[in-house]
């Protein structure tokens, strides 16, 4: 018995995938789904930058530790 797997390529991937969404969720769901993972908008990298500017990583850990105890993360 072989210990390999097929990888097919990235179109028929990308056919299968949508395949099988369409069968599971009917065409319309399936845009709908698709939908919600679409490109963003702006330079997440630049924003990311203004927000963290100034913080050490010990500050960021700390709010992360604050929200984890309120329940948000």
């Known amino acids: 018995m072989s210990d390999q797997i097929r990888l097919p390529g990235l179109a028929e991937l ?6 099988a969404l369409v069968r599971e969720l009917g065409a319309a769901n399936a845009l709908r789904f698709l ?7 702006g330079d997440y990298t630049h924003d990311r930058d203004q927000w963290l500017s100034g913080l050490s990583i ?3 850990e700390e709010e992360i530790r604050k929200m984890k105890v309120r329940g948000e993360i």
Do not use: A, K, S, T
């Not at 939908?35 to 908008?41: E, K, P, S, T």
């Open 14 to 19: 990308r056919r299968r995938g949508f395949e």
């Open 35 to 41: 939908h919600l993972y679409g490109v963003g908008r």
């Open 58 to 60: 010990e500050q960021i």
